[in-house]
């Protein structure tokens, strides 16, 4: 029986979802920069889930958002005088690409805020019928604003544990906001000047972030839905919102039967993040260690445990994926070299199923590779425990039949665009161009930004 920790009810629960397909709603990114490991982990995280629900037999239907109006895109966007749409296109196009290198399987739905407007609207406007929000003047606009009204919910704050006394205490009012309750929060933003803005029926405005999920993930799984994940950041208050919100509306309860949610990934002692600068992006550690070298660096760690960077990890588990790609690099030799096959597959079994445990999933990998090269070593055939090892490796998202020639040639590919960057500074231009444009002929493609230049390698 598959076992997941519940947020909601901080406790083991066997895994029986209403129906199917399996539903899962796992909260995106908000594409005003490029996405780091922190995001990787998240992502990564549950793939994998997607994988094994799968590989246990179960159809999976997989919604993430992109969060594609918001503050940071708007101040981002003006900051550097080009349009909302055009900051959100060159990163999202930067996070499809990252995530195809690193192997995570697409969602089936790519919704994005910008395009469920109307569908925010008609949520809001129910909340207000029902006396869940209100409407209210806006401090930095002609328009009003619409908060929701926690108060009206009982049982507001049981996914964070939190009492609503212990919310109003740490809630504080912004100058101008005329709200009811400190603790409310809004779902719709009157219009500032100069920013995107849609019409509704408090005048011209954009959508709260959390109304955003919830109309998402109503519009394209249901008003119940089986998994819920992200980061555990969202617990507090994005998720605890939405189940307010989607509850309120639909009058059904539970809106979510499991939420998942995996810890941070930390620099030093500090989590790492965008807002704080400490990140290493996702193509970064992919020109490092490879799609298999990141991924395995991931699943070492438990989801809910936090993972802390070093460069030292990271090279450690560029190793470890070489020693799982050469056990099953191709033998011409049938036969299972006297292992334990269908012991390895309980073994593997039993650690997904206790709470997606890929730290003892890999365990199991590394004894079967271990157990292949002693087998090869000694001249027995190993072909059936190849094709078990590659089996389990792509329940985990490792590519090992593959090999990842851009692992070896990293190295030379960033003394090149180091030599080039020198080339740029000293405005020996034609010689620069030359280096980049050799690169390109080898299907690794630069590109130039704030943060230095940065290559990936193109199909």
Request: aromatic fraction near 8%; charged fraction near 30%; glycine fraction near 8%.
């Amino acid at each position: 029986m598959i076992r997941f920790t519940n947020t909601l009810s901080r406790s083991m629960e066997d895994f029986e979802p209403q129906g199917d397909p399996v539903t899962m709603y796992v909260c995106g990114i908000t594409p005003y920069d490029e996405s780091h490991i922190g995001h990787a982990m998240s992502y990564v995280v549950f793939d994998v889930l997607k994988r094994y629900l799968r590989w246990r037999g179960y159809h999976v239907k997989h919604v993430q958002n992109f969060t594609d109006i918001d503050d940071r895109i708007i101040e981002r966007a003006n900051r550097l005088g080009i349009t909302t749409d055009e900051l959100v296109e060159r990163y999202i196009t930067k996070y499809i690409d990252d995530m195809r290198d690193l192997n995570v399987l697409p969602a089936d739905e790519y919704p994005r805020a910008t395009r469920e407007v109307p569908g925010m609207i008609r949520i809001i406007e129910g909340l207000i019928e029902k006396g869940y929000a209100y409407e209210a003047p806006s401090p930095q606009s002609e328009w009003s604003d619409v908060y929701y009204r926690v108060s009206a919910k009982a049982d507001y704050g049981k996914l964070s544990h939190r009492t609503q006394e212990s919310l109003l205490a740490g809630a504080r009012v912004e100058s101008g906001e005329e709200k009811e309750n400190a603790a409310d929060f809004a779902l719709w933003k009157g219009a500032k000047a100069g920013e995107p803005s849609w019409d509704s029926p408090w005048g011209k405005g954009r959508p709260g972030w959390h109304i955003e999920c919830s109309a998402m993930s109503l519009r394209y799984l249901g008003e119940r839905i089986d998994i819920h994940g992200g980061g555990e950041d969202l617990i507090f208050p994005h998720h605890e919102n939405e189940i307010a919100q989607t509850e309120a509306y639909t009058g059904d309860a539970p809106f979510v039967r499991y939420w998942l949610h995996n810890a941070w990934v930390k620099m030093g002692d500090e989590k790492m993040s965008k807002s704080l600068g400490n990140f290493i992006t996702i193509r970064d550690g992919l020109n490092k260690v490879g799609g298999d070298g990141l991924r395995l660096w991931i699943l070492t760690s438990h989801y809910r445990k936090p993972l802390t960077f070093t460069e030292e990890t990271l090279e450690a588990a560029k190793h470890g994926a070489a020693r799982l790609r050469t056990a099953a690099r191709a033998s011409t030799d049938d036969g299972d070299g006297g292992i334990a096959l269908a012991d390895a597959r309980e073994r593997f079994i039993a650690a997904m199923d206790d709470d997606l445990n890929t730290p003892q999933a890999l365990a199991v990998l590394f004894d079967l590779a271990k157990e292949i090269n002693r087998a090869r070593d000694g001249g027995a055939g190993v072909q059936s425990a190849q094709a078990l090892l590659l089996e389990l490796a792509d329940v985990l998202g490792l590519r090992l039949e593959q090999v990842e020639e851009e692992i070896e040639a990293a190295p030379f590919i960033e003394l090149l665009v180091q030599i080039r960057g020198e080339l740029r500074a000293a405005k020996q231009w034609q010689l620069a161009d030359r280096v980049r444009d050799g690169l390109a002929a080898l299907h690794i493609a630069l590109e130039d930004g704030a943060q230095g230049t940065t290559w990936k390698r193109e199909a």
